[in-house]
């Protein structure tokens, strides 16, 4: 489960959040306690300045032995203050006497395990991971989406076998199951080495292209891997806007390198829909150089066949993908006017 420093930071500030939170709940719960039971806030204050002069007497030996009582075990002495109770216990018994939950005035954590640090002993705790999850879903830009749209949801009804393609006779059931399973796989074996890491998705629009990359992206989000999804001309217009134009706000933007050149997995939705210029082309091929060297996978899906791929972008372009992505082909009639015949 890597992390930018950005992210690590992100997930870090969600504790730092929670224990300020958390201590407000804790003041609350002494100022409601001790005006109810004011003998709470002596024992508590007693405690305190009990610890605070022994604390004293340990790094001053002269107070130690002028005060003439360091030789006394402190825990007794607590107890004596206590009526001769663990001060623990006699604070508990007063919150019993008087209504309240005995563990009122303990410390108020939101996760009991590494009470909200993230961390048990040297490892990271399991709501640390949920954390970076919730973050990956948020970072995705599909937070909402992937709830409706995954392998789950996936209604092959609209694929017909009586739907053949021209080229190689298979139907539209055939050709979307193995396509299905192409992405279950990729998904599975994400980050095994047994596979290119990198996946083509090409057919005509409305054949569920955009629904595969979202079952993708959940199935590697809940596994703990950071993605990100743009459609094509929402990339290039937040890259052309964030390298021309230098964002005045100074707010940190996705499209950062980090971010892009960073996260385990960038799907780019309907390539080729965007306006195809020398800044497209740059920047198409700055990320897919990027990304391929240093091992980190991408989705791409698009309306144009191989062929017209290639006479879209440049020639190191069509070839870099044709290199190291696995052609997934998506086939059938549109979803969208399936869905609509229906209703």
Same mark, same amino acid.
């Given at each position: 489960m890597g992390l930018t420093k950005s992210q690590y930071d992100a997930v870090m500030r969600v ?11 804790? !003041? ?6 001790? !005006?109810?039971?004011? #003998?709470? &806030? ?33 825990? /007794? ?12 216990? *006699? ?8 209504? +309240? ?29 949920? @954390? ?6 948020? %970072? ?6 992937? @709830? ?12 017909? #076998?009586?739907? *053949?393609?021209?080229?190689?006779? *298979?139907?539209?059931? &055939? ?9 279950? %796989? ?8 047994? %596979? ?25 989000? /809940? ?10 001309? !929402? ?12 964002? %005045? /706000? ?9 971010? $892009?050149?960073?996260?385990?997995? $960038? ?6 829909? !965007? ?31 191989? &062929? ?14 044709? #290199?190291? +992505? ?12 399936? *869905?609509?015949?229906? &209703?």
């Amino acid at each position: 489960m890597g992390l930018t420093k950005s992210q690590y930071d992100a997930v870090m500030r969600v504790y730092d959040k929670r224990r300020i939170s958390n201590h407000h709940i804790e !003041e609350e719960h002494r100022r409601i306690a001790y !005006e109810a039971v004011p #003998e709470l &806030q002596e024992l508590d204050r007693a405690v305190a300045n009990s610890a605070a002069k022994r604390v004293r007497q340990l790094l001053s030996p002269m107070d130690a032995h002028a005060a003439g009582g360091a030789a006394v075990p402190f825990r /007794d002495l607590l107890r004596k203050m206590a009526g001769g109770m663990d001060p623990a216990e *006699k604070r508990r018994k007063l919150l019993r006497e008087h209504s +309240f939950p005995e563990d009122y005035l303990d410390p108020v954590y939101t996760c009991s395990l590494c009470h909200d640090t993230g961390l048990v002993g040297q490892k990271r705790c399991s709501c640390f991971d949920r @954390e970076v999850i919730s973050l990956f879903y948020t %970072q995705s830009n599909l937070a909402g989406v992937l @709830e409706n749209e995954n392998f789950q949801t996936l209604d092959m009804s609209f694929y017909p #076998e009586d739907l *053949k393609h021209p080229k190689t006779g *298979k139907s539209s059931r &055939q050709i979307m199951e193995a396509a299905v399973a192409s992405c279950r %796989q990729f998904a599975d074996n994400y980050k095994s080495g047994k %596979q290119s890491d990198c996946l083509l998705l090409t057919g005509r629009p409305g054949v569920g292209k955009t629904f595969l990359t979202h079952c993708i992206a959940k199935e590697l989000i /809940d596994n703990g891997h950071s993605v990100i999804y743009y459609s094509a001309g !929402e990339l290039f217009d937040k890259l052309a806007r964030s390298r021309f134009a230098k964002a %005045q /706000d100074g707010e940190e933007d996705i499209t950062d390198d980090e971010y $892009l050149s960073g996260c385990d997995l $960038l799907i780019i939705d309907d390539l080729g829909t !965007e306006m195809v210029n020398s800044f497209v082309g740059s920047a198409l091929f700055q990320l897919l150089n990027s990304r391929i060297s240093r091992g980190l996978g991408m989705v791409i899906s698009t309306n144009l066949s191989v &062929q017209e791929l290639s006479r879209t972008y440049s020639e190191r372009i069509s070839s870099r993908i044709l #290199e190291s +992505f696995t052609l997934v082909e998506a086939f059938g009639s549109d979803i969208r006017v399936q *869905k609509r015949l229906r &209703q």
